[in-house]
């Protein structure tokens, strides 16, 4: 038997794991596959929207889907010279962020490695081979939020340090920008020119 066989016959479809382990029953992924018809979007989420199981639990049977390991990136110790490699933009959008180098490349922890095609782009993107790990989503934004976001150091200012300093001219500028993604009260946009994210709270949206 060839290894694609092999390969065809370990490949369990998610639903199947889930209810094997009596995590879902057959009528609850029934209604999810018809919700998931109507509605799009992957089965995982279309579950854990419909209350029937919770996104851990949706990750742990990815990895095994995929004979992979699960990560609990609060308890992983992050490589900043990593994370380094993959712009923010692409983390994002593919869920996915370098957590350590390896002997074979990088160690990578993605939500979704099923998704073909976030795997290639990210492969061009780091210009390496790498080693993918699964994440829980809703962890994995968390842990991105934290790790990509700038930090600010405050220092005390004597009244006598203070230099006044005058603006000679404001210059505005239009840029094309394209909306990522809501994350509670703020909007993601990305910078079409620099691929910079642009957050924006819903009080500078305004209303709809």
């Known amino acids: 038997m060839d290894s694609s066989a092999q390969a065809a016959i370990r490949w369990l ?32 989420e279309v579950l854990v929207e419909l209350g029937y199981v919770t996104s851990h639990q949706i990750a742990g049977a990815v990895a095994e889907q995929c004979e992979l390991e699960l990560v609990d990136l609060d308890a992983t110790e992050i490589e900043s010279d990593a994370v380094a490699l993959l712009p923010e933009t692409l983390a994002r959008r593919y ?65 006598s340090e203070v230099v006044e300093e005058r603006v000679n001219e404001i210059r505005l500028e239009r840029r094309p920008i394209q909306f990522s993604y809501v994350d509670g009260h703020f909007y993601h946009f990305m910078d079409q020119q620099t691929y910079d994210d642009i957050m924006l709270t819903d009080e500078v949206i305004g209303p709809d």
């Open 13 to 44: 479809p998610l639903g199947m794991i889930l209810t094997g382990s009596g995590l879902l029953t057959e009528e609850q992924l029934s209604h999810a596959l018809e919700a998931q018809c109507h509605r799009g979007g992957r089965l995982g």
């Open 95 to 159: 869920q996915a962020l370098p957590i350590r180098r390896a002997d074979d490349g990088l160690v990578l922890a993605i939500a979704d490695p099923t998704n073909l095609r976030a795997a290639d782009d990210l492969r061009l993107a780091l210009g390496m081979n790498f080693r993918c790990v699964v994440a829980e989503s809703q962890q994995l934004e968390r842990v991105l939020g934290r790790v990509y976001r700038p930090r600010i150091g405050l220092s005390v200012v004597e009244p």
